[in-house]
């Protein structure tokens, strides 16, 4: 179902990103994952290399782009677009994590993570919102279950980039859904990813108080395949228990 489409995948280096390029590349899909240094391009082809058939590795294209700077987006989308590569899926996945009392988060982070998880799938939908109206395409926001909390103590700009993005996602779907555009936000609750290697906390050891990153792949990949004129607007999934543990004390930041 997937075999004739060609999808822009951020934050491809591990976690979601990369299990929902892995399920792509399942169903056929044509597939450019974008990655934040030369240093995990060379890394990621290199597992990719031992991992895929040579079909697969054919269907993958992996582009260096450091999402933090808008003109490096920009130079991105000129570079598909010069190879007359236009996305029909666009999923912005990519994202930033801060935690800690908030006067403790230092002006850099805090600005990081706005450009990473808000204004690059802003931008990214902006620069390729043609393409994707023209083939009646698919954009797929990676959000949080955070976005819908008023109450993310530790974590309150990070659950604001989350809310910022799930709520242009439902207005961006209003506007282009005229054009055949759906518009999907996932939004799932603790994942074991790298998102929290450096949080004050993590998810209980039972596998049932957290979820997989083939978990979220498998969601996206249901609302992708939904038949024509379905458009699944939002999915949230949670692990049946919420159970915490703390880690440390000291806040830092994590890139996936």
Known sequence: ???????????????????????????GCHVHGVVKTEQRKEELTAEL??????????????????????????????TLHTAKIHPDILILNAGVGLYGPHEELSAVGIAELAAVNFTAPLVLTNLFLRDLKAASGHVLFISSVTAAKTNNTHGCAYGATKAGVSNFAKSLFEEVRKY???VTVLAPDMTRTGLYRNAPFCADDNDDASLSPEDVASY??????????????????QPQFHRLNRTKTNTVRKDT
């Open 1 to 27: 179902m997937l075999s004739s489409r060609t999808a822009l995948i951020t934050g491809v280096s591990s976690g979601i990103g990369k299990s929902i390029l892995l399920t792509l590349l399942e169903q």
């Open 49 to 78: 290399t031992a991992l895929l058939s040579p079909d697969a590795l054919k269907r993958t294209v992996l582009h260096v782009c450091d999402l933090r700077n808008v003109s490096a987006v920009e130079a991105l989308a000129r």
């Open 180 to 182: 055949g555009v759906r």
């Open 220 to 237: 996206a990949l249901f609302a992708l395949t939904a038949r024509d004129g379905l458009n699944l607007t939002e999915l949230t999934m």
